[in-house]
């Protein structure tokens, strides 16, 4: 028996001395084929604002799985992109734009002139004006496919107009109560907030309490409040009144507030960003969760219309407005009016017409074209909207405030993307390469900070926004030497450059810089706040 026992232990002892230096030896931490791309030896720009650092990123499926030195871990993939000399960072983040048009297109689907600059995530229903039935919207890109992906808010201008119409009424309390259901149900199927355009007619007409009232329903389901505001210059209560109250409805509905394209527009308040910025950040003092977003440029994007004419005289619709510029006894009120709204855009030289019916004044100022037809700017105004109206863009910024709102912490990256403005092709690029290669008014990580993670943590957007293992695989890849906008006022549909790759849940949509075709978005979903590792960026 022991001559057995001792058999038994000279067989097992090498076998355990075997096994124990297996043990110690590295192994890799995932199995070489569980790994779909591994990008390597790129400087990775996490989104928290760190410091840039050389090491790889590793996906699977849909999300990020390994950040490290995948050669030590003995690392590799389907896909293996070098990254040597470029920028690896999140997918950008774009808080407000006007796609969704262009999402339930069948031709514009893939959402391509935001992810050529590297959009990966868009919020649209901007503004006040957003999709009537929020959940049917979400399902048609469910089953269509989208090529980035996609957030809506609930529109108080829709859902307004659906119980008030273009009226300057006030809402009984049955309306209200009406308004207030419609904005719960578009957050039960998947909107992450409400939405405001208050300089626009109809929503111009909304008190603030009728504001409050329904944001009490959105911050109630864990939504926030994005708005347009009432005033961006000195058309009403003025830029720092309009702040105010914003502040005013994060503060008495309890509910986050997003500024969206903070701007000082016009002459009349010029210098006030600073002014501007100090209210946003004793509103944080005071416990008010706020936040801006902006545009590089200094022209704004709108309609002749929404430039010029007073909200009185919209009051009913385009019908009402027609009939009021005709009316010989309104005309005179209405002219002199416009006059003063068109000395607060700085003047008829100010106007660029960037769309419009007819053909003929796209890409010609105001100035000129009332030359042309030898009437006053104003009068030639009237005719372009009795015509059928036109977009401009409206060069009323100094570039000494959107210098001061950029380098803000609490400014983020965003197109306010519509057609005829550069904005919608170019907005992440051109910041790149204008404020943080060229002018180094902002440095690179601060710059991502704010196109991406600090976004994502505000709008609560879970687990996205970073390079992080376990968080959902929106990586772009760009060359910091060519990466760059083309887009101008002239010519504002060109595809920006240098963005060579970008992956969307796991799946590249664009590769070596050209569009594959793919349509990897996914409609997201407010969900129930998430147990994801939070990450304060303030």
Partial sequence: MLNTIRALAALILPLAIIAWLICRLPTPAFAVDQLDVLIVHGKVV?????????IDVGIRGDRIVFVGNATQQHLTAKRIIDASGMIVAPGFIDPHTHTL????????KSNLPYLMQ?????ITGNDGESASNIGETLRKWDQQGIGTNAILLAGFGTIRSRVLGSTDAQPTAAQLDEMKA???RAMEDGAFGISTGLYYAPQSYAKTEEVIELSKVAAAKGGIYDTHMRDEGSYSIGLLGAIKETIRIGREAKIPVHISHIKALGPDVWGQSREAIDLMKKARANRIDILACQYPYNASGTSVEASLVPRWAEVGGRAELLKRIDDPQVRPRLIAEMEANLKRRGGSDSLLITQARDPTLVGKRLSVIAQAMNKPPVEATLDIIKSGGAGVASFNMSEQDVEQFMKNKLVVTCSDGSAGHPRKYGT??????????????????????????????WFHIPERGLIREGYFADVVVFDPKTVTDRATYEQPELLATGMLYVIVNGRLAVDNGAHTRVLAGRALRKQPETAAPHVDLF
Avoid: C
């Fill in 182 to 184: 419609l904005v719960a």
């Fill in 118 to 122: 590297g959009v990966t995530t868009v």
């Fill in 46 to 54: 996490d989104g928290s604002g760190g410091k840039p650092r050389i």
């Fill in 101 to 108: 048009g262009d999402l339930s297109d069948q031709n514009r």
């Fill in 428 to 457: 992440f690029p051109k910041k790149l390469r204008t404020y943080v290669f060229n002018r180094k008014l902002i440095s690179l990580p601060f710059f991502v900070r704010n196109s991406t993670a600090l976004t994502a943590q």
